[in-house]
């Protein structure tokens, strides 16, 4: 993995109007992602973590530029993804998305499916298209004489290796996969993770993978961000985050990974209330209406800055536990 950024995303915002009554002239937004700052790594596997809601899906989308941001600006490779018109880096960013099945048409052929951005780019068809389209399946170990079939005749595993075989036809550097294993038996989940190491070692690509299994996470990224109402409150190498989080809902969220243990006494923090509406986050830090730490006349109403604690550990809090501690209880 090198050090130097493949993207870099400055100060990226993206805002949705609510539509109130024709006659209103107020304007409200749900601030879906309200301010990220954050950059991936050539070769890494960036995972990105948090409840529904907190905005990490609408962060990929606008990480390929596929829905416009409100503010900021986000960099590949130097150049701004605002510029839709050059396609090369375009072909260079691709997607898994969570449902295989609901990602592709189901009247067209396996052929068809994986060969369709090679159609639509104008780099290949006919008898070298079904050469390449039969590689790509081998490549995610796939029978490639099912090319002729349709989607409805495989598995959810094997749609999601149609999938990767998808995003894989244009030669990538970047792929976001965005909960793609969320819809899978767990035995499968196990093996489309295997397969998508095994191709980012092999064709050297980036990930950012986004999910809300913390479990996942740990198993396949080599850095991990965590989200809260349209903000990154945590991100650090993931055995750091892991064995020494510092943000209180990282502590919550890793203490609700469930363990199979006989004298499995693990102290659960069960966070209180509801995630706020994002087109009305609280004041000051987000997390301080559900925090069991949060510190009246502090945590309320001074937003915590994004800093870095350790070398490459960065945290949005203003009391952050205390590496190797467990969370302290400040308000009871
Ligand atoms: Fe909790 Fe305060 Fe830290 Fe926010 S800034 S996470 S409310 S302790």
């Not at 605002?82 to 396609?87: G, L, Y």
């Not at 550990?313 to 952050?320: A, L």
């Amino acid at each position: 993995m090198s050090e130097e950024p493949l993207i870099f995303i400055d100060g990226v915002k993206k805002w949705f109007p609510i539509k109130t009554g024709m006659l209103s002239s107020s304007k409200s937004f749900v601030r879906a992602v309200d301010g990220v700052n954050l950059s991936v790594k050539k070769g890494e596997t960036l995972g990105i973590v948090g409840e529904s809601g907190c905005g990490k899906t609408t962060l990929g989308r606008v990480l390929l530029g596929l829905i416009p941001i409100t503010e900021g600006s986000i960099k590949y490779n130097g150049v701004d993804i605002r510029d839709m018109k050059n396609r090369d880096v375009r072909k260079k960013m691709q997607i898994v998305f969570q449902d295989p099945g609901g990602s592709m048409n189901p009247r067209m052929s396996v052929r068809s499916i994986v060969g369709e951005p090679l159609i639509v780019n104008g780099m290949s068809d006919g008898a070298e298209l079904t050469k390449i389209v039969a590689e790509l399946l081998d490549s995610v170990g796939l029978n490639r004489k099912h090319m002729t079939r349709f989607p409805h005749e495989f598995s959810g595993g094997q749609k999601q290796r149609i999938a990767v075989a998808r995003a894989l036809a244009l030669n990538p550097e970047f792929i976001l996969l965005d909960e793609p294993t969320s819809a899978l038996d767990v035995s499968v989940q196990a093996q489309v993770l295997n397969l998508l190491e095994e191709i980012q070692t092999e064709k050297d690509l980036t990930f950012v993978f986004i999910t809300h299994s913390l479990n996942v996470v740990h198993h396949i990224s080599d850095r991990v961000a965590v989200m809260y109402l349209g903000k990154i409150v945590e991100l650090a190498d993931t055995i750091d985050l892991f064995e020494s989080p510092s943000h209180p809902y990282t502590h919550a969220l890793l203490s609700a990974i469930p363990e199979i243990s006989v004298e499995d006494n693990k102290e659960r923090i069960v966070l209180s209330g509801d995630v706020p509406s994002p087109a009305n986050p609280p004041s000051g830090c987000r997390f301080h209406t559900r925090c069991p730490i949060a510190k009246e006349g502090v945590c309320d109403t001074d937003e915590p800055e994004f800093r870095e604690l350790s070398e490459g550990h960065f945290v949005s809090c203003h009391f952050p536990v205390d590496a190797g501690k467990s969370l302290p209880i400040f308000n009871e």
